[in-house]
């Protein structure tokens, strides 16, 4: 049974033609702020199907569903121990029914879960908060760089922050058992999301405590929070490595270090800020600028902070402080658990999850706070001057460096005018063409194994994983010889060039003209012999 709905924010009717009146509304309020969404939603689709290159933990997943199309079983764990999503794994075997395996088949389901997201954060601020809170609520979920990166990533992470949004709905609307399902679903999707459960729990309790007197609010939260319990104990059976998280003296370490608070602080603002997705697929940050963004982004988390304590303190405005203090912590709770390592690049998805619910804490502040009269007119300016300045560090530090070659990332997110890893797969194809049987081709590692296993199907490759191993050349007997797929300058690069052997080379260019994937090809044994 539905718990009623708080009588404060914006009505409580949601019929359809409530929500085309308020969309219309805003759209004629707000158009300088949907021209800015409009950006971000076109800066999601662009390049999408090379920019970045296909990251091997993408190509696994595709690799999954083609065997679970076609029979062959498929991994029941994902490389990092963890059960694969049902959503994300779900999408592609039914993508992957209907199209030939691309780039662009891979992310599209991130890119539609981050589409969806962005009108669920605005869902839930305007329904809950008043159309200044939704607003805000859209415009943060569409131009945060973490956000714009994550809806080109192809991998169970991605879809993190709509299942987060969801369940705050339900939990702010007062279903609780739909809220605490969620909650599960999106545990099992990645186990990250359990750090979202204070924040759910408390949004909870703040818009009961709106409604009802005290005791009830506790009653009906103390109900929440037991199937909330229960979800996390999925959480810890799903994911292989969940308990070694759990070390009473290191949680009491960082608990008692006002350093590592302080480093919390400035991790998570550059997990925001889009730093830290920067310095992962890039190589490299804001440069000089860094500092500067840095105090930018710490300073609207504290004013977030402050201006929560100020509605809970003078307008006793329960929900907005719940939203505020379930914010604070989950993001304690992150800290305490896990450490620091969870804000690191190339760690960051598991801090991702409390992204959205950053979002809708400073939105409930933001549409609190501007319905006072004066400050109104400033809403729009403010707000666009945060976004603009994403959405330019979006392009300047990730898109174009990739693109053009600027940059030198790492190897797995190596990119070109072509994928550079379906060029060496279609390579080899052309050059093979005509042999008895498969060929097998030799890749050298998990980042450079997986893409072309994924783009191989329905050709007559054999890939096989190298797994930072050189194989004997003549290891295995093929009429066709043996291809090798190696990153220049590798170390399979560097082994089979020492070696004294009849060989072919290719080499696959890249944006940058230092980053490049080479392709050898020996002879079979009997050719040798004769």
């Not at 929500?19 to 805003?26: H, P, T």
């Not at 300047?396 to 890893?421: F, H, I, M």
């Not at 190298?466 to 399979?492: C, M, N, Q």
Request: net charge positive.
């Amino acid at each position: 049974m539905a718990d009623p709905i708080p009588s404060g924010g914006a009505p409580s009717v949601s019929s359809s033609a409530s929500w085309r009146q308020w969309i219309s509304a805003d759209l004629r309020s707000y158009w300088p702020l949907w021209l800015i969404v409009s950006i971000a939603l076109v800066t999601r689709f662009y390049e999408l199907d090379r920019v970045p290159g296909v990251q091997g933990d993408e190509a696994w997943y595709g690799v999954q569903a083609l065997d679970l199309l076609h029979g062959r079983g498929g991994e029941l764990r994902t490389p990092t121990g963890n059960v694969p999503g049902l959503l994300h794994g779900g999408a592609l075997v039914l993508l992957h029914s209907l199209f030939p395996p691309s780039l662009w088949l891979l992310r599209l389901p991130a890119l539609i879960s981050s589409l969806a997201a962005m009108a669920g954060a605005y869902a839930i601020g305007r329904r809950f908060f008043g159309p200044v809170a939704g607003m805000t609520a859209l415009v943060l979920m569409a131009c945060l760089p973490i956000n714009l990166a994550y809806a080109r990533f192809g991998w169970d992470p991605s879809q993190l922050p709509l299942l987060i949004l969801l369940a705050t709905y339900c939990a702010l609307a007062g279903r609780r058992l739909l809220a605490a399902l969620l909650f599960a679903f999106a545990i099992s999707n990645h186990p990250s999301a359990v750090f979202a459960g204070p924040f759910l729990l408390l949004a909870y309790l703040g818009v009961q405590r709106d409604r009802l007197p005290l005791r009830e609010a506790l009653f009906r939260t103390a109900l929440l929070a037991a199937v909330l319990a229960a979800a996390i104990l999925l959480a810890l059976m799903l994911s292989a490595g969940a308990g070694s998280y759990l070390d009473a003296s290191k949680s009491l370490v960082r608990l008692l270090d006002p350093f590592l608070w302080g480093q919390l602080g400035m991790g998570f603002a550059r997990l925001l800020s889009g730093d830290t997705i920067y310095r992962y697929v890039v190589g490299e940050g804001y440069g000089g600028t860094g500092p500067w963004i840095d105090l930018a982004t710490v300073l609207v988390l504290v004013a977030t902070l402050v201006a929560g304590l100020v509605l809970a303190i003078r307008k006793f405005d329960w929900t907005v402080a719940g939203l505020v203090a379930g914010w604070v912590a989950s993001l304690a709770g992150l800290y305490i658990v896990a450490g620091l390592w969870t804000l690191q690049p190339g760690l960051e998805r598991f801090g991702f999850a409390l992204v959205p619910v950053t979002v809708l804490a400073i939105a409930a502040v933001v549409g609190r706070h501007v319905e006072v009269e004066r400050v109104r007119p400033l809403f729009q300016p403010l707000l666009a001057a945060v976004a603009i300045p994403l959405l330019a560090g979006f392009w300047l530090c990730y898109l174009r460096p990739l693109d053009s070659g600027e940059a030198r990332p790492k190897p797995g997110s190596w990119t070109g005018p072509v994928d550079p890893n379906r060029l060496a797969v279609e390579t080899i194809a052309r050059a093979a063409a005509g042999s008895a049987g498969n060929v097998r081709v030799i890749a050298g590692g998990w980042w450079i194994y997986w893409p072309p296993a994924h783009y191989a199907e329905g050709k007559p490759l054999k890939i096989v994983n190298a797994d930072g191993r050189v194989p004997p050349v003549d290891s295995e007997s093929f009429r066709s010889g043996t291809y090798w797929i190696a990153y220049g300058g590798g170390p399979l690069g560097q082994a089979l060039a020492q070696r004294e052997m009849d060989a072919r080379r290719w080499k696959v260019a890249t944006s940058n003209r230092h980053n490049y994937l080479q392709i050898w090809w020996t002879p079979p044994p009997q050719a040798k012999a004769r």
